[in-house]
């Protein structure tokens, strides 16, 4: 198990690589995984789907918890599959947690692709000492969404993003450098601090998105971080997209409301990131990176392996503050 070491990054893939698509918690539809599979053929490498993928379980899951576990278990263990993309989020993923051996995850090292509820599972490979992709799902790949899809496709092949984002009236400007973790806040937030988090020394740049949901329950959910004693290590915060939020409270963004919450912490902050569930940009979740906030702009650098390029990404939202409706 992951004690202090250095964090391993899975190979980079070339052309001819298996890719497996897997559905952890949600189902869909056949049709969608076929498409996914055209466009990852496009990019040079093999699709294969997981077997399990199209049992429907309770009208929701891709299959029962065991079958879903198999199916991942399947694709982490064939050492001729290269990368794994999960097919969807929504709900599940929680229950393979206790199915699947954290060592797996070292014991087979490749990339882990997805985002929303699969976070979870990013998580538990992030806290075994390996690094995995928070990015576009089967389900957007399959519709081309751009740019994750292309910035994804280079990550893979080793051509690393260095992003530089807009200026944010709600951003706080410093220097952070820490192992990249997080994700959707409600997946996020239940697993963090568990047996499944990074080694207690490691510090910590944290991103955090979320959808459809309350402004309570995310002013609830960030509280339950701050209260753990993994947020102790947190040296930088990345706010990435907020959308179909419910405005229960009086505030003009969630932003506004977060950031209030943080003045405590003498930390940078970088506000409306492109990252979440309808502007999935990958991040390389577990890799050491940087983070640079100023009053023009943004940047988040990965050092690790791999050709480096700039790469300028569009604010989350033209529309900086987002007023509550009256």
């Not at 309570?216 to 339950?224: A, E, S, V």
């Amino acid at each position: 198990m992951y004690q202090g070491k250095k964090m391993i990054q899975p190979p980079y893939l070339k052309a001819g690589d298996k890719v497996a698509l897997v559905s952890p918690a949600y189902w869909v539809p056949q049709e969608a995984l076929q498409m996914a599979a055209e466009v990852i053929k496009s990019w040079g490498l093999q699709p294969v789907i997981g077997p399990n993928t199209n049992n429907l379980n309770v009208n929701a899951y891709a299959g029962t918890a065991d079958e879903r576990a198999a199916d991942l278990l399947w694709a982490l263990e064939d050492d001729s599959i290269k990368a794994v993309i999960c097919s969807r989020g929504g709900y599940g993923s929680i229950h393979l947690l206790g199915r699947i051996p954290q060592e797996t995850f070292l014991q087979h090292p490749k990339w882990l692709i997805g985002h929303g509820d699969i976070a979870m599972l990013l998580y538990a490979a992030t806290g075994a000492g390996l690094m995995s992709i928070h990015g576009p799902m089967a389900f957007q790949i399959a519709s081309c969404q751009e740019p994750a899809s292309s910035l994804t496709r280079n990550i893979l092949f080793g051509n690393l993003p260095q992003f530089i984002v807009p200026g944010n009236p709600y951003n706080r400007c410093g220097h952070a450098e820490g192992i990249l973790i997080g994700g959707n806040l409600s997946s996020y937030a239940v697993v963090a601090g568990t047996r499944f988090q990074l080694p207690p020394k490691q510090d910590i740049i944290l991103f955090i998105e979320e959808v459809e949901e309350s402004l309570h329950n995310i002013d609830r959910l960030f509280y339950m971080l701050t209260l753990q004693h993994d947020f102790e290590r947190v040296r930088g915060i990345i706010l990435g997209t907020f959308s179909s939020i419910r405005y229960d409270l009086q505030y003009g963004s969630v932003e506004q409301m977060l950031i209030a919450h943080l003045h405590q912490y003498e930390i940078p902050v970088c506000c409306g990131f492109p990252v979440g569930s309808n502007s999935c940009i990958p991040l390389i979740e577990g890799a050491p990176c940087s983070l640079d906030v100023t009053t023009e702009n943004a940047m988040l650098g990965f050092n690790i392996k791999g050709s480096v390029q700039p790469y300028n990404v569009d604010i989350a939202n033209p529309k900086l503050i987002k007023e509550k409706e009256l």
